[in-house]
């Protein structure tokens, strides 16, 4: 796996984790009423997620999370490189994948659309799917 593959998907990761922070706040504040992970545990695959035991249900969430964060940070870092440098590919990509859920992984899994849900949920959605591409298109600093 090449340098920028690796790189963007530990990014990806540390993305994934920043979306758990930002949907901590969002479903506390009730904006959302689960997150997409839990929406895919508990309606998607319920009897898999059953066969959790309960006491690491949350982790294993986490874990799939943030391993979906960072299969989507490597795909990121298969762009070619005039794209991911501009400063827009980041939010953009972040956009794609809330956009992907929505359009392919939501009716895989029988869960709400995005019509279905309130424009809070939405704003909240774009929100930390923005904030995830912000974090995967973060460049370095070169001297």
């Given at each position: 796996?090449?340098r920028?593959?690796?790189?963007s998907?530990a990014?990806?990761v540390?993305?994934?984790?920043?979306?758990?922070?930002m949907?901590?706040?969002t479903?506390?504040?009730?904006?959302?009423?689960a997150t997409?992970?839990?929406?895919i545990?508990?309606e998607?695959v319920?009897?898999?997620f059953?066969?959790?035991?309960?006491r690491?249900r949350?982790e294993a969430?986490e874990?799939a999370h943030?391993?979906?964060?960072?299969?989507?940070?490597?795909?990121?870092?298969?762009?070619?490189?005039?794209?991911r440098?501009?400063?827009?590919?980041?939010?953009?990509?972040?956009l794609?994948?809330?956009?992907?859920?929505?359009?392919l992984?939501?009716p895989?899994?029988?869960?709400?659309s995005?019509?279905?849900?309130?424009?809070?949920?939405r704003?909240?959605l774009?929100?930390?799917?923005?904030?995830y591409?912000l974090?995967?298109?973060?460049r370095p600093k070169t001297?």
């Amino acid at each position: 796996m090449n340098r920028e593959i690796r790189h963007s998907a530990a990014r990806g990761v540390v993305a994934a984790m920043a979306m758990s922070g930002m949907r901590r706040v969002t479903t506390g504040l009730g904006l959302l009423p689960a997150t997409p992970p839990e929406e895919i545990a508990w309606e998607g695959v319920p009897r898999l997620f059953m066969r959790i035991p309960p006491r690491f249900r949350g982790e294993a969430l986490e874990l799939a999370h943030w391993s979906y964060g960072a299969a989507a940070g490597a795909a990121f870092g298969l762009l070619p490189d005039p794209v991911r440098r501009n400063v827009w590919s980041g939010p953009l990509y972040g956009l794609a994948t809330w956009a992907l859920f929505e359009g392919l992984v939501a009716p895989a899994f029988g869960l709400r659309s995005s019509a279905e849900r309130t424009a809070g949920e939405r704003i909240a959605l774009i929100a930390d799917h923005t904030l995830y591409g912000l974090v995967v298109g973060a460049r370095p600093k070169t001297g």
